[in-house]
């Protein structure tokens, strides 16, 4: 079946650095995909729909210059957390819809720890 | 906000049947049920989706109420492999492009 990938798997990063982090349709072009957070024991949280061609759409609460989106081909979207603090240690996520799919895939998730 | 809402955790025995209930009373008329689950640390794996009528696949069956107003996932025979977080989501399209609001799903431990 269809697969996305992200890369890396986990990084840690200094505090005040940035971080990109990319994720991959491997066998489908994905016009939109989407970027989750999750905490801890939580759910997973949409952080925004990055759209191939046009600007992302962040959810309510999302600062947009801190969580750069960029969808790059139909293949890559790219999400780079800016200037890295502590509390944005977490695990992001990705998912993307095939083009003739009814499901969504979703990546295996980066876990970011920011010292 | 999610549009669902699961009880916070269930256990099963290996080899029953796993129930999983789920509701969204707020359903649209065009909005989808899906459901996906999440093994510690990995992205969420669909499972099944479903509109109004039951559906089954091989991994399990999705009951929908005829009011639409909830459902319960049927895992047959649960395995410890099958433990566990999972989601229903209700979404207004089956071309997966519109977004998902994860609730706060079940924590499924299946017990041997």
């Known amino acids: 079946g269809a697969v996305v990938s992200q890369h890396p798997s986990w990084v840690i990063c200094k505090s005040g650095t940035s971080v990109k982090i990319e994720c991959r349709s491997l066998?489908?072009?994905?016009?939109?995909m989407f970027w989750y957070r999750q905490f801890p024991k939580q759910s997973l949280m949409l952080m925004a729909t990055?759209?191939?061609?046009?600007?992302?759409?962040?959810e309510q609460g999302v600062e947009k210059d801190k969580f750069l989106i960029n969808h790059a081909s139909l293949t890559l979207s790219t999400l780079t957390v800016t200037s890295a603090h502590p509390e944005d240690s977490s695990f992001y996520i990705c998912?993307?819809?095939?083009?003739?799919?009814?499901?969504?895939?979703f990546g295996p998730g980066t876990r970011l720890t920011v010292t | 906000d999610a549009k669902t809402t699961q009880p916070p955790s269930m256990d099963c025995a290996e080899g029953r049947a796993a129930n999983l209930p789920c509701n969204h009373s707020?359903?649209?008329?065009?909005?989808?049920v899906y459901w996906y689950r999440q093994i510690h640390s990995q992205g969420p794996q669909y499972i099944i989706h479903?509109?109004?009528n039951n559906e089954t696949n091989e991994m399990a069956s999705l009951i929908i109420t005829e009011d639409r107003k909830s459902s319960t996932l049927i895992l047959p025979h649960a395995t410890l492999r099958d433990t566990a977080v999972y989601y229903c989501?209700?979404?207004?399209?089956?071309?997966?492009?519109?977004?998902?609001?994860f609730g706060t799903g079940t924590r499924l431990k299946v017990l041997a």
């Open positions: 990055s759209n191939e061609g046009s600007k992302a759409t962040y």
């Open positions: 707020t359903i649209s008329g065009n909005e989808y």
């Open positions: 479903g509109l109004k």
């Open positions: 989501i209700v979404s207004p399209t089956t071309s997966g492009t519109y977004k998902y609001i």
């Open positions: 998912s993307a819809p095939p083009p003739s799919g009814i499901e969504q895939y």
């Open positions: 066998d489908f072009q994905a016009t939109t």
